[in-house]
């Protein structure tokens, strides 16, 4: 186990509702990356976090936002969902920037109706 | 052993054979490398990792190859187990601050007894 945790495991929501998912990085560390993943697909970079700052944003529209907080806990907020958001949404925490090694929580599914 | 010279969506091999993964990556910039190891069902666990400035890299039963001529990664796993079935997945990071991890495509190995 790394230590990463994210909330809720499963979520449904329909098309043009609101959604916050949480993620609590592992004890330490100070940056949180947030990426989705769906069927059968890679990972796919959102935003990364540095010490409670957008630090990287791939792409992604802007109703994808997010937020570092102060313990280095963060939340991923995807506003007007679309079908195509459905997905497992997984955060990763590393110590210090992009060049350390990420370690990923076990994500949160999100199916959108 | 099993390998493949060019990237696979499967590979299956015996209980005890050697697997060898192989990915290719994008950008002749980047200069971090990491295999991960995704189950059903969970976030992609980390395997073993290797930075620009090596050509191999050695953990417990795995060994990372990186050939920064033709931008080849590979991934050897030695006398392979039932519990190494999984989706395989490289990754690399861009030479700059504030950049993500970039996924490949996955591998699925499937281990036989």
């Known amino acids: 186990e790394t230590g990463v945790t994210q909330s809720p495991t499963h979520l449904i929501k329909t098309r043009g509702q609101q959604v916050t998912l949480r993620c609590s990085s592992q004890?330490?560390?100070?940056?949180v990356s947030w990426y989705q993943q769906a069927l059968g697909q890679g990972p796919q970079f959102i935003f990364q976090y540095y010490r409670e700052e957008e630090n990287g944003r791939g792409n992604f529209p802007p109703r994808f936002s997010g937020l570092q907080f102060p313990n280095y806990s963060s939340e991923l907020n995807v506003n007007a969902l679309e079908l195509d958001d459905s997905a497992l949404y997984l955060c990763?925490?590393?110590?210090?920037?992009?060049?350390?090694?990420?370690?990923f929580g076990p994500g949160t599914r999100l199916l959108v109706l | 052993g099993e390998s493949v010279g060019l990237h696979l969506p499967t590979l299956s091999v015996q209980e005890g054979d050697n697997s060898i993964i192989n990915c290719a990556y994008s950008?002749?910039?980047?200069?971090?490398f990491i295999w991960y190891k995704q189950e059903s069902g969970k976030g992609p666990q980390f395997i073993i990792d290797?930075?620009?400035?090596?050509d191999k890299r050695q953990g417990q039963r795995v060994t990372v190859l990186l050939n920064k001529t033709v931008k080849h990664l590979s991934l050897q796993i030695a006398a392979t187990q039932p519990g190494d079935s999984a989706v395989y997945f490289c990754a690399e990071t861009l030479n700059q601050a504030g950049t993500a991890l970039i996924f490949g495509k996955g591998t699925t190995l499937s281990v036989s007894s």
């Open positions: 990763a925490s590393s110590l210090g920037g992009s060049k350390e090694t990420q370690y």
């Open positions: 290797i930075r620009s400035n090596m």
């Open positions: 004890s330490g560390h100070n940056t």
């Open positions: 950008n002749s910039a980047s200069d971090y």
